[in-house]
């Protein structure tokens, strides 16, 4: 493959070719999360190993078992932040959350060498989607549902500043979320340089790649990054890429939705495999 990553350093995010205004959705996504309340329901899910997103811990309040379930969430990785009493009430639906709130994932998640197993057992080279903070849970439920339609074997997302998997996700993956692994990372810098040992190509998404996506070479071992809605690719990410496609634009209209943008690179990605 040749190298066509054409980036602009000077900026810390990518002018993507996919726009969209920050959802208004954003907040109503958390809301619709599964949520666990309570400090008793809250431990012992941690000690379960219940799969969580997020933590929610109300400010100022560190005594008692609430300084053991920050202890123990610390220990296993999982995102903690602190808000006021008066965020949690409206989040609450149980009005009895006493200082500590969990948001919970509607499907567990799995390692990122487990989703390479899913290709190697298929015999296939790996086809992987990474996204760089997508922040609606309808775009990435509709990703979820055409990464499995066009045979991709996961999708790595990262564990802060994006959408985890919660109901309205589901819901939107039309089921698809039972079916494509999703693995959820600290760093996806980190993660793209071990794909890279693994001998995966990156391949980034954006209005500046030299080439368009029909143009370039996508057979092989591939991994696809989607930037964040309005932002597009992180600086970072995008210059970790092997090389950047464009989709190009001929109306007045200049930009896609993340999702459907998602889909007509995917799709090319199985055409060329079938050729």
Request: glycine share 8%; with cysteine; hydrophobic share 40%.
């Amino acid at each position: 493959m040749v190298n066509n990553n054409n980036k602009n350093s000077n900026r810390k995010r990518t002018n993507s070719f996919v726009r969209e205004e920050k959802s208004s959705r954003n907040r109503e996504n958390e809301v619709n999360s599964d949520i666990l309340e309570g400090r008793n329901s809250v431990l012992e899910a941690i000690k379960a190993n219940r799969t969580i997103n997020k933590l929610l811990i109300q400010k100022g309040n560190k005594e008692g078992s609430i300084k053991h379930i920050i202890a123990l969430a610390r220990e296993k990785g999982i995102v903690i932040q602190e808000t006021d009493r008066i965020n949690l009430d409206k989040i609450s639906t149980t009005h009895a959350h006493q200082g500590v709130i969990a948001y919970v994932a509607s499907k567990d998640y799995v390692e990122v060498d487990e989703i390479l197993e899913v290709a190697m057992l298929k015999g296939e080279d790996p086809f992987i989607i990474i996204l760089d903070g997508i922040e609606d849970s309808y775009n990435l439920g509709s990703i979820l549902r055409t990464a499995n339609a066009a045979g991709a074997h996961g999708v790595i997302i990262p564990k802060r500043r994006a959408v985890g998997l919660n109901a309205s996700v589901s819901k939107a993956s039309a089921g698809a979320i039972e079916y494509v692994p999703v693995a959820r990372v600290t760093n996806i810098g980190q993660t793209i340089d071990y794909l890279k040992k693994k001998n995966i190509w990156i391949v980034g998404t954006d209005h500046s790649g030299e080439k368009a996506f029909y143009q370039s070479d996508l057979k092989g071992s591939i991994a696809l990054v989607l930037g964040s809605e309005g932002e597009g690719m992180g600086k970072l990410v995008s210059q970790k890429c092997d090389f950047i496609v464009n989709i190009p634009m001929k109306g007045q209209i200049s930009s896609l939705n993340v999702a459907v943008a998602g889909a007509i690179i995917m799709y090319e990605v199985l055409r060329q495999r079938n050729l």
